[in-house]
């Protein structure tokens, strides 16, 4: 009897390698360049090339450095996802890397309080919205540790 080759049948993620910070957004970026059309059991599309080279500009240039930075992810649809970790709250940004434009959905955890909002990531305000929400939350984690 003769065994049969281990075929990869699909990545859910793609899982930050053993030197680089998951928070760090440009590492993190090339490595989701990697991704190839169907990384998810055949489904998952390719994430844009140029929409994460803008991605990993507009996040270095609007994104204040002294926050927190998200943990990201891709999704089936070529997105990106980005997480951050500030309890009571789970907030998070869908990024469409093709229009430039993301969702913002926060939970809080405890109060149930929910904040959402489509942000045009081309737009300075929307990205100092962004700022302020996230500063919001670090400050309550802040205050409950």
Known sequence: ?????????????????????????????????LLKQGWLDGKGSALSRDGLDWLATKFGRSYPRHLPAPYLFPTPEGHVLAEWSLSPWSPSLEIDLVSRRGECHALNLATEEEITKALNLENANDWKWLAKQIEAMVGEAEERA
């Not at 281990?6 to 899982?15: A, F, K, Q, T, Y």
């Open 1 to 33: 009897m003769t065994a049969k080759p281990n075929h990869l049948r699909g990545i859910e993620s793609v899982p930050p390698n053993s030197t680089t910070d998951p928070r760090d957004v440009r590492a993190r970026i090339e490595e989701l360049k």
